[in-house]
């Protein structure tokens, strides 16, 4: 067996479910490159955590150019990635039913494609590792189609499709592509609602739930059960009853 470290690329890593992946892997010993675009904050959790072993990286994964630059930065320092988690994201609402395009393209831009120039530029990082996996941090919104979650719950949907489908083409590669769709859990991003957030979870919790998966090989990460079971329950019940169950949350 190998004593090389794991080497894990953790995006989103400056805040929320990312920052705490990122230190729940370096506390494990592992090689954690911490992605995102705050630099300040990717370098304090750096010397927080272990500045030897946690790389910060910048990276818009908007841009196809920062993406792919920062590939190339890890190719020349590990050659490889055998753990890739994709938590970058945002959440953006719609008002008064008004489906902005510029909200629409943002969320579409950060959630999807930012995925897409991720998925294609670690490929070969992920193809060189030991039994490579890549997560990509979709969401539990996805099972309801809750009011002034459009734009958000549309790149979502998109993005757990993705890697459903993409998890079949490239099993002959060797790489195997998770999803994990959490409900809430209580970050940065979270703390903007202004609404009730049912089964909310600390945000140390929701990552040791995803590591806990991760290392049961699992493919689909989903919690907490009981908002999994609610969201399930709602949807065999009849349409009328799932519209007026709708209606209620909009404000
Ligand atoms: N919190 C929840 O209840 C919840 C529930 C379901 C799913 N999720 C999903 O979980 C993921 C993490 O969410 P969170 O709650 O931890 O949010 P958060 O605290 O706001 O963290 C979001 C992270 O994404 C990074 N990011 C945003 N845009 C980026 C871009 N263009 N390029 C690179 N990095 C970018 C941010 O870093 P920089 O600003 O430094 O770039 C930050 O580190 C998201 O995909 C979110 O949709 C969250």
């Known amino acids: 067996m190998s004593t090389q470290p794991l080497r894990v690329l ?117 193809a060189a590792g030991r039994d490579p996996w890549i997560y990509l941090v979709s969401s539990a919104a996805i099972h309801f189609p809750f009011p002034r979650a459009e734009a958000y719950g549309a790149s979502k949907a998109a993005l757990s499709y993705l890697a459903r489908s993409l998890r079949t083409d490239w099993e002959p590669y060797g790489i195997s592509v998770g999803l994990i769709e959490p409900g809430f859990v209580d970050t940065p991003l979270t703390r903007r609602n202004d609404f009730a957030m049912p089964t909310l979870l600390p945000v140390a919790d929701a990552a040791a739930r995803i590591m806990r998966g991760i290392d049961h090989k699992r493919y689909e990460i989903r919690f907490p059960l009981r908002l999994m079971a609610m969201l399930r329950w709602l949807q065999h019940l009849p349409l009328t009853v799932q519209r007026a169950a709708a209606r209620r949350m909009r404000r």
């Open 10 to 126: 953790i995006t989103g890593a400056s805040s929320g479910i990312g920052e705490a992946l990122a230190e729940g892997y370096a506390r494990r010993g592992a090689r954690v490159f911490a992605a995102g675009r705050s630099q300040d904050k990717l370098q304090l959790l750096a010397a927080r955590l272990a500045p030897a072993t946690v790389i910060p990286l910048i990276m818009d994964v908007t841009d196809e150019t920062s993406v792919a630059a920062a590939a190339s930065r890890m190719g020349a320092d590990t050659g490889a990635l055998d753990l890739v988690i994709h938590a970058a994201g945002d959440c953006r609402y719609i008002d008064d039913g008004a489906l902005e395009p510029t909200v629409m393209r943002a969320m579409l831009e950060t959630n999807v494609m930012g995925a897409v120039h991720l998925l294609t530029s670690m490929r070969p990082l992920l």
